[in-house]
């Protein structure tokens, strides 16, 4: 059931990365020209290429090692969480099996380790407290 689970998951952030008629793409595309330190990065890459050589834009996206670049505010990287390690593909993981998921397949933020961390250890909490209140 999880390989399942797993082609599938990757079958719908695949879609959502191709699929040009993508939802939430304006809503990516702002968040990333209004990012600072994002729009710093592809002015860089505009002008000399070898200063972020880790980096590539295409198509008006940015890259990081392949992966796609998210603003740290972008509305849906909670989604994303939740899809990595809450659903039966996430099998609630911990920080290292959730953040490998994440950025070794798709994306990319500043940030993003300790976004991680503290959705998991919220997490935890919420289990604690609701075990906690089954038993009473």
């Given amino acids: 059931a999880n390989a399942l689970s797993s082609k599938t998951l990757n079958l719908e952030l695949n879609t959502i ?3 040009p ?9 702002n ?7 994002l729009n710093y990065i ?6 000399d290429p070898a200063l972020m050589p880790k980096y590539f834009s295409r198509e008006g996206l940015l890259f990081f ?4 670049v998210l603003s740290p505010n972008f509305t849906l990287i909670p989604f994303f969480l939740t899809k990595f390690h809450d ?15 994440l950025a070794a397949t798709f994306f990319f933020w500043k ?3 300790k976004h991680i961390m503290d959705y998991i250890q919220g997490a935890i909490l919420v289990r604690k407290i609701s075990t906690k209140l089954c038993l009473q």
């Fill in 17 to 19: 990365l191709m699929n």
């Fill in 21 to 29: 008629y993508w939802v939430e793409f304006p809503q990516l595309c």
């Fill in 31 to 37: 968040d990333l020209n209004n990012n600072l330190t």
């Fill in 42 to 47: 592809r002015e860089a890459l505009q002008h």
């Fill in 65 to 68: 090692k392949e992966r796609l």
């Fill in 87 to 101: 659903t039966t593909t996430g099998d609630h993981s911990g920080f290292t099996k959730t953040y490998k998921k």
């Fill in 111 to 113: 940030g993003m380790k």
